[in-house]
């Protein structure tokens, strides 16, 4: 039994470490290349090619962590994203189901080809003549949905006619028919061979493979012909297809387009930084079941002090003037912090409103200082002066905003771990997480551990908000985080409240939050796509705590009708 039980307390460690391996190496060769002599090539012929291998290495790590941590619930973790991701390609489906309109709108000529003398009289085209127009063009009242054009032609007149497509923009799909004076058909055609392409090239000189051509046609009798040309009718299969097919492409934007360039790699990076630092904002607040939203006022009061102090001592050393402006964020974090502690632990306000409530007071604030204290005269936006290079936090890849902010989150999230699991603080915030009532009775103080643990939330908000105005700004600006800490609970539940996790949630939802950006760049859908799947994440893990909270409520109703003896349940965690 020692030896069975040894083998799996190495197997969860080592599994672990494998997924660490294997996601830092297909980090890399996504990023650098395929294969291992491009992969080597491209790693040293990039700018601090070695601090993007570390980064990637510190990724790794965060999947190992969140395997070993969470174990099979890792797989719940896994499953939630994937569902929610799902949800969002159905979502994403539904609004390219326009895709293939391409097919019935575009610009658009028709010729008719003879090596026959043309008969005189009244018509549209003449042999070798063009008319075009274009179809369903956007924003027209009356769209022109077909075209019909007449020409005159002779008895055993052999003509080919052709409709294509009018410049490379256009992808309308044509069909072409020809017809006599009473109206019947005499031929049609929906598509152009390679052989039809190479005779009239110099005609259908774009090579669309969506032109018709109706070739050598003989006509029957003299008199006038009628050319009917419009777009091929869209059917359902057409359309469920184009859907399917702009839905992948812009997927495959979005799940691996943050790999694609070192500088699109950056933002997904510096995005998580920030994430990490809310996430253990919000998770430490959460575990003592206090469902506060401050993260927000705090980050700007951080930002705001930190951006202050890098204006106004840029001229001393920047081993002095970045401490002491992450410090003082620190401290404006925990004092902001601790204003809606002491009205919860003491007066009972709720922590909900009271935290809503003085993020408003926060942003205002800081807009009041930035707009009329801040901002250069001459400045034609509301922004500070950028910040001089001894206040700027010191880039680990040039050209981008990956700072040494990397090891003040690593930092952050040891220290914050040890902080929850390893302080009498945090066995109080533990306890009163788990049930108040009987910490209280266990002789916590309950009101100074719910102040301390909204205030102790403050200092790492602060940091974020240090990230923001020095590292990846480099400025104070007008909405510096764009409800950024609000992120900060999808990733601390996500990462069911514990730091070590947190690492992996942050990237996971950074990771969709770039990817939803080069999806709106390079693909035209949306970037609210990421709300969509944020929002259904949100609910299936409320889905989840419910079940839970249901399942203890029966549990302690069968306690109170058959009393049992036992000890107290261990701690249930910090399930918001």
């Known amino acids: 039994m020692s030896q069975v039980s040894a083998t799996r307390r190495l197997g969860l460690p080592t599994l672990a470490a494998l997924f660490a391996l294997l996601v830092a190496a297909f980090v890399n060769i996504r990023l650098f290349g395929g294969s291992l002599n491009d992969l080597i ?23 190992g962590l969140f395997v070993w941590q969470l174990s099979w619930s890792a797989l719940r973790v896994v499953l939630t994203v994937i569902v929610a991701l799902l949800f969002g390609f159905l979502f994403t489906m539904s609004f390219n189901l326009d895709a293939a309109n391409q097919y019935i709108q575009g610009a658009f000529e028709v010729r008719v080809l003879s090596e026959a003398a043309p008969p005189e009289g009244d ?25 019909e054009y007449t020409f005159l032609g002779s008895a055993n007149d052999v003509v080919s006619v052709l409709a294509y497509a009018a410049n490379r923009r256009s992808t309308v799909n044509l069909e072409v028919s020809l017809r006599d004076a009473q109206g019947a058909e005499l031929a049609s055609a929906n598509s152009v061979s390679e052989a039809q392409l190479a005779r009239f090239g110099d005609v259908l000189r774009f090579r669309n493979p969506n032109d018709a051509v109706i070739e050598d046609f003989t006509l029957p009798a003299d008199g006038l012909y009628t ?15 184009e859907s399917f097919s702009a839905t992948r492409f812009a997927y495959e934007t979005f799940l691996l387009g943050a790999l694609g360039r070192v500088n699109r790699w950056a933002v997904w990076i510096q995005d998580a930084t920030t994430l990490i630092f809310v996430g253990l904002a919000i998770a430490i607040v959460f575990r003592a079941r206090q469902f506060s939203l401050g993260a927000e006022g705090q980050l700007y009061f951080g930002a705001l002090i930190s951006g202050v102090l890098a204006l106004n001592l840029g001229t001393f050393s920047p081993w002095l003037v970045i401490p002491v402006a ?17 009205l919860k632990a003491y007066l009972g306000a709720n922590e909900l409103v009271s935290t809503l409530m003085l993020n408003t007071v926060a942003i205002r604030f800081y807009e009041l200082i930035l707009t009329f204290e801040l901002k250069p005269p001459t400045a034609g936006y509301i922004a500070s002066a950028p910040f001089p290079a001894n206040g700027q936090l010191p880039p680990l890849v040039a050209e981008t905003q990956v700072s040494i902010a990397i090891f003040m989150a690593m930092a ?14 945090g066995y109080e915030i533990r306890m009163v997480g788990s049930n108040a009532k009987f910490a209280a009775y266990g002789g ?37 985080s764009l409800g950024l800490a609000f992120e900060g609970v999808v990733v601390a539940l996500l990462a069911r409240n514990n730091p070590l996790v947190i690492p992996f949630t942050a990237l996971l939802y950074a990771y969709l939050r770039a990817g939803a950006q080069f999806m709106e760049r390079d693909a035209n859908v949306s970037f609210e796509i990421v709300r969509i799947i944020q929002a259904i994440i949100i609910l299936l893990i409320t889905a989840e705590a419910l079940a839970a909270f249901f399942q203890v409520q029966r549990a302690a109703k069968r306690s109170a009708v058959s009393p049992s003896t036992d000890a107290p349940q261990k701690e249930a965690g910090a399930h918001v």
């Open 41 to 63: 090539e491209r790693v040293a012929n990039t700018a601090d090619s070695a601090s993007i291998l570390f980064v990637n290495l510190l990724v790794g790590l965060s999947v």
């Open 123 to 147: 018509a549209d085209l003449a042999y070798g003549e063009e008319k075009g127009g274009e179809f369903n063009k956007p924003g027209v009242r009356n769209p022109l949905r077909e075209a």
């Open 227 to 241: 050319v009917h040309v419009r777009p091929e009718p869209l059917t359902t299969p057409i359309i469920l297809a």
């Open 326 to 342: 992450i410090l003082s964020a620190m401290t404006a974090g925990f004092l902001w912090g601790l204003l809606p502690g002491m």
């Open 412 to 425: 952050a999230v040891l220290l914050v771990w040890l902080l929850i699991e390893r302080t009498p603080l």
């Open 444 to 480: 916590v103080n309950t009101r100074r551990t719910i102040m301390l643990a909204m205030a102790v939330s403050g200092i790492v908000a602060g940091l974020a908000g240090a990230h923001l105005s020095m590292g990846i700004h480099r400025m104070l600006i007008i909405n510096i």
